[in-house]
């Protein structure tokens, strides 16, 4: 591992049903995956069980945003599996990313290569 890289990963189901296809386990290890694919180190997993990205979405990213912020300087990367476990609306999504890249960390979706 490279250890000058390192990722916080984010997981989140919405529902119960959701626990089929993606379940939080699921999301974890193929962030996971990603993550030793890059030669980062994982220091942290932050699991979110039947939360919803359509409801009190905003106040949830920014709570997220500000737990992020008190890890300022020891991470590099915050991954997700697809961009819509961490929110619904782009303006969050964009909200987020640019909260994180004033702390020089970028935002990174195992599952989609953007």
Known sequence: MNPNKSAI???RTSSKKQADNTSLETQ???CREFCKANKWDVLEVMPFDGISAKEENESRVI???GELK???G???YLVF???DRQARSARHYL???YEL???GVEVRAAIQPF
């Open 101 to 103: 890249k004033k702390q």
């Open 9 to 11: 990963i984010i997981c």
């Open 28 to 30: 974890e290890q193929v």
């Open 70 to 72: 008190k890890r300022k």
């Open 81 to 83: 599996y697809t961009v």
């Open 74 to 76: 020891k991470f590099d």
């Open 63 to 65: 709570d997220l945003a």
């Open 95 to 97: 909200f987020l990313k």
